[in-house]
């Protein structure tokens, strides 16, 4: 790592942190909390191997054990007909997937046509865990299995924390994200197919997730984030993707990022009306945190926007009053389902 690099990546942490403190939101003479995880609610699942089934498809008209059809799964396939074997009926295979669990495993099962909402989800508790997005998205918590804003015209709905940029901010109870776009998905002539890890190679710009984010400053709708474990953060899980409840945009503005190019970044900050997250601090951290909730006003932790780089040639802020987003520039609900290529959303839909 360059030294240049690393020299970036302390300004720009420095400068979240400034804006941090000037929302009160952090107090730059606090040591940070030693963090402490809570119990899942629910664990990942199959965190331990199953062992493999062997089940015998049985005829559907005598009940007796077909030769030959040993396992539905775990071997190798092969024609029946061609070895002169007697073909199922549709109910007997029907019957012995559902008899050895094939169809829950193979399958995510949705609602169809499920409005979407801004808020908490009905049912789903501060602190579940998923093993998989696709198992988030059935819950309807974070919809996209790979993008990581989920947004409406009225702002985001959802957001997940999984990987990010290395100069962002979480604080568990606030953070500051880092917006979408600027990457090349579709690759290079040697290297087609990058996906999400190609570098930044571009400018990011206010449209789609970035859009529905700056939106929510203006609204003021909730949005429901996860974390996921491939966070650099202390407050992420050490497995799977977990819920951790509603928060709030607060502001955003746009920078220089790390690769050089143009950025947008945001502040959320958790609501206070609602359960409490799935960490907590050890008690003499605790009892400091009760006791210093006002906000800081000495000079020296309130920097001014200059010093922040606020309003200068390199960073620009924006918040609910400073700036109205032009509604018609969200594009309609069901794009954010997919990600900048046009990936889709993994998750079947089953049948009404």
Excluded at 181 to 188: F, I, N, Q, S, V
Aim: glycine share 12%.
């Amino acid at each position: 790592m360059s030294c240049e690099y690393e020299r970036l990546r302390l300004k720009n942490v420095e400068d979240n942190k400034r804006i941090l403190a000037q929302l009160g939101l952090l107090n730059p003479f606090e040591p940070l909390p030693q963090v402490i995880h809570d119990v899942p609610k629910r664990k990942r699942a199959l965190s331990t191997p199953r062992p493999r089934k062997h089940h015998i498809v049985a005829s559907p008209s005598s009940g007796q054990p077909i030769p030959g059809y040993g396992s539905l799964r775990g071997v190798r396939r092969k024609s029946a007909r061609l070895e002169g074997k007697t073909a199922l009926d549709e109910a007997g295979i029907r019957d012995g997937l559902k008899e050895g669990g094939e169809e829950d495993e193979c399958r995510v099962r949705v609602p169809k046509d499920r409005p979407k909402v801004y808020g908490a989800i009905p049912g789903v508790e501060i602190g579940t865990v998923w093993q998989m997005r696709l198992e988030c998205s059935a819950a309807g918590v974070h919809r996209p299995t790979v993008a990581g804003i989920h947004g409406g015209p009225e702002g985001a709905y959802s957001l997940a924390l999984s990987g990010g940029y290395e100069d962002d901010i979480d604080l568990g109870e606030c953070m500051t994200f880092t917006g979408e776009g600027g990457r090349d998905l579709k690759g290079t002539k040697n290297n087609p197919k990058n996906l999400r890890t190609a570098p930044q190679s571009k400018d990011q710009v206010l449209t789609r997730g970035n859009l529905a984010l700056s939106k929510s400053v203006e609204t003021g709708l909730p949005v429901r984030v996860i974390r996921g474990y491939k966070s650099r953060s202390a407050y992420a899980p050490e497995e799977g993707y977990r819920y951790d409840g509603l928060y709030q945009v607060e502001r955003f503005w746009y920078t220089t990022g790390m690769s050089g190019f143009g950025v947008y970044k945001f502040v959320l900050t958790r609501l206070k009306d609602q359960p409490p997250p799935p960490w907590h601090y050890n008690d003499e951290i605790q009892k400091a945190l009760d006791g210093s909730t006002e906000k800081v006003t000495d000079k020296d932790a309130v920097l001014s926007s200059q010093d922040s780089g606020v309003g200068s040639e390199t960073c620009s802020e924006t918040g609910a009053d400073s700036q109205q987003v032009d509604s018609q520039q969200v594009d309609n609900e069901g794009s954010y389902d997919q990600e900048e290529d046009g990936t889709k959303s993994q998750v079947e839909a089953a049948d009404a």
